[in-house]
Nanobody
């Protein structure tokens, strides 16, 4: 079992920045990919960014050039640096971790972009 806890969400003005963190505990040695997803009200959950243990990354087109995912394997933590935030980035952001047994999810952290 892998337990994930997100932090760093909040209210930010358009054009601002936030750094989200996700700490993993439990069977962390088995984790392969980690990533961030988001779900806005009335919409399906969507991919934001993912990273492999070796640092290979993948981003949704909507966040390329604005968001950066990074990973500290020693701390079992994944980060999402979100810059130039837009109102359409408003959503609950979820951390995910995948191993041979399945995909695990955190409870999410709210990001609201509004003036």
């Amino acid at each position: 079992q892998v337990h994930l806890v997100e932090s760093g969400g909040g209210l930010v003005q358009p054009g601002g920045s936030l750094r989200l963190s996700c700490a993993a505990s439990g069977r962390t040695s088995s984790i392969n990919a980690m990533g961030w997803y988001r779900q806005a009200p009335g919409k399906q959950r969507e991919l934001v960014a993912t990273t492999s243990p070796g640092g290979r990354t993948n981003y949704a087109d909507s966040v390329k050039g604005r968001f950066t995912i990074s990973r500290d394997n020693a701390k079992n933590t994944v980060y999402l640096q979100a810059n130039s935030l837009k109102p359409e980035d408003t959503a609950v952001y979820y951390c995910s971790a995948t191993n041979l047994y399945g995909t695990y999810w955190g409870r999410g952290t709210q990001v609201t972009v509004s003036s």
